[in-house]
């Protein structure tokens, strides 16, 4: 499959135009095409041969033509001219904070810096204070952002690891002499971030799995080939590690490689003390030398009395005493979910029509959809304005006349002025079925004014669900500061929803905070924060993350039904 090399490509092509100076709408398109590719649930190949290249969402006349290149010959004329006239390493540099394009392509012409060592060089050397509108103070600064730079980019985030796994996975499963394959590790507990991406085979020919492994597209290395275990790395710098086991010992295998290392380590100290010794190959008794029939992970967990600890939970090892004790939840699923309640539509910065969201959502089998929109004083995403917001109401009601088996409820993402006031008078928020009020500026206030900002806003008698509680974009943005203790003190006294945003690049609650809320009897809601129709499926990811916090669906306002739902909301209480 040469799905992930098209989308890496298409994804360099956005960086190298966004380090030109090249129209974001441009960039924006590439980087789009790029995730299409990536989710893309079959071989770009079949669908190129069968002329639907189009019908991808995000794929127009001109990306067709150099995808059908690209195919055909192996090469795209485009990207490779892109790449002769800026190398490679320069992407990486304007990941570091306080260098933008621009700056990134002043050091490259004034000073040649290429990539990431050469700018950590030049600023060790003092040669960027040359450099017009540099100076010891801007040395200083990218020579931190550089080191906080490399130490995230050591894990990659999951929603860029999931789908590239997920690929490898259904490759392995089609070929002949693999009986089973599963991703393990910390992407199978659904860690917001990974090392690196395990996964566990079974096969009767092992070699010859290795063999095809190995032969991945995109690989860059290969680290290490045995007959049990090979390590790749893939050309986007992340690193595949796959075991290969005899069917008998795959679920044992497959127990042990999901981990985490601790949970390993307190499953079999338990194990101990029943007289059993928990291997990555299987279980056996420690008198007799006898293995155990292990066909599943319950098994696993059966032989020390224990129920199955959904992956999700495997972490520090406190599962283990609940699960014990009778203690462990049941968890949301994906098919919990009734409803989306924080989406754009093309009223704002979104890129569908309500209609389109509504039609989205009813195929993914929810029973609603809030549509909440820009307020005005973010205009560089058309935030609506009261009048507009009117007529969008009236434009809700009557779709809800005409389209059956959907109910689109009327809302907003506020926005939570400097001062904790709303862009949007209470008036108008009273009439609208959910307020989600979020922070899109001033972001580096203190973090007690930060928190008292956004503690007024949950004291609003509208205001539903706060957005993004942390405005964290994973390896781009630190979240800013926030008294989270306080926040949650506050959600609970005024029972405002805290927002897990299920955005692969926010996931923002993060699992420990989530955790947090529902301990305190704070009600959570996971959104999508969709800017498109596709944009909805990412509520997988906001899921792992609630599954993550122990939340079960009781948990989470978005699993009532409409009638439910309307009696939980601020308004609809009154
Ligand atoms: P990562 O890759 O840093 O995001 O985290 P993991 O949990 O995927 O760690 P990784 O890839 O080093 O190893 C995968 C699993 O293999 C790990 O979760 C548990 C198991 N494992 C690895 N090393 C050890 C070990 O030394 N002892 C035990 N008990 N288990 C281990
Ligand atoms: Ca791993
Ligand atoms: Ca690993
Ligand atoms: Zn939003």
Not at 41 to 65: F, M
Not at 318 to 323: F, N, T
Not at 339 to 361: K, N, P, Q, R, T
Not at 529 to 539: E, F, P, R, V
């Amino acid at each position: 499959m040469k799905n992930l090399e098209l989308a890496w490509i298409l994804a360099e092509i956005g960086d190298l135009l966004e380090l030109q100076g090249e129209n974001p709408f441009k960039v924006r398109a590439y980087r789009r095409a790029a995730r299409a590719i990536e989710l893309l649930p079959e071989d770009i190949e079949a669908v190129w041969r069968r002329g639907e290249l189009g019908r991808i969402e995000g794929i127009g006349k001109a990306l067709e033509e150099k995808i059908d290149e690209w195919l055909s010959t192996g090469v795209m004329t485009y990207y490779e001219e892109l790449r002769r006239q800026l190398p490679p390493g320069l992407r990486e540099l304007t990941r570091v904070p306080g260098v933008g394009p621009k700056l990134a392509q002043r050091l490259y012409q004034e000073l040649g810096i290429r990539n990431l060592d050469e700018l950590e060089a030049a600023c060790r050397e003092q040669r960027l204070r040359h450099v017009k509108g540099l100076g010891a103070r801007s040395e200083e600064n990218i020579l931190r952002g550089i080191e906080r730079l490399r130490r995230q980019m050591e894990r990659f985030p999951l929603g860029l690891a999931l789908p590239v796994a997920q690929q490898l996975v259904r490759a392995l499963a089609e070929f002949p002499s693999v009986q089973r394959v599963a991703i393990a590790g910390s992407l199978r507990r659904g860690r917001e971030t990974v090392g690196d991406v395990d996964i566990v085979a079974s096969s009767a020919d092992p070699a010859s799995v290795m063999d095809e492994f190995v032969r991945t597209p995109g690989v860059e290395q290969v680290l290490a080939r045995g007959d049990t275990k090979a390590s790749i790395v893939l050309k986007m710098g992340l690193q595949v590690d796959l075991r290969v086991v005899r069917d008998d010992q795959f679920a044992a295998a497959l127990h042990h490689f999901t981990g985490s290392k601790e949970h390993n380590v307190a499953l079999r100290e338990l194990a101990q003390a029943k007289g059993l010794k928990i291997s990555e190959y299987g279980i056996v008794r420690v008198d007799e030398g006898e293995p155990l029939a292990v066909a599943t992970e319950a098994d696993v967990f059966a032989a020390v009395g224990l129920p199955c600890i959904p992956p999700e939970l495997r972490e520090d090892g406190s599962e283990i005493a609940a699960a014990r004790e009778g203690r462990l939840p049941a968890l949301i699923t994906l098919g919990d979910i009734k409803g989306d309640l924080h989406v754009h539509s093309e009223w704002s910065d979104g890129l569908h029509s309500i209609e389109a969201m509504a039609l989205a959502a009813r195929e993914r089998g929810y029973e609603y959809i809030a549509i909440t929109d820009h307020s005005p004083s973010l205009s560089v995403a058309r935030g609506l304005d009261p009048s507009r917001l009117e007529e969008q109401l009236e434009e809700i009601a009557r779709l809800n006349r005409r389209l059956d088996g959907i109910r689109i409820l009327t809302g907003c993402e506020v926005d939570i002025l400097r001062d904790g006031s709303l862009d949007l008078p209470d008036e108008i928020l009273a009439r609208l079925d959910v307020v989600v009020a979020s922070v899109h500026s001033a972001m580096n206030l203190d973090e007690a004014e930060m928190t008292e900002r956004i503690v007024a806003a949950m004291r609003n008698p509208h205001v539903d669900i706060i957005g993004h509680p942390t405005g964290r974009i994973l390896g781009r943005r630190e979240p800013y500061a926030v008294d989270m203790e306080r926040i949650i003190a506050v959600a609970a006294e005024t029972g405002t929803c805290l927002e897990i945003n299920a955005s692969p690049d926010r996931l923002d609650l993060k699992d420990v905070h989530a955790r947090w809320a529902r301990e305190r009897g704070v009600m959570i809601v996971i959104n999508t924060d969709a800017h498109s129709t596709d944009g909805l499926d990412q509520m997988a990811y906001g899921v792992t993350v609630a599954r993550r916090a122990w939340l079960g669906k009781a948990d989470v306002l978005n699993c009532l039904s409409w009638p439910e739902l309307k009696a939980r909301l601020k308004d609809g209480r009154r």
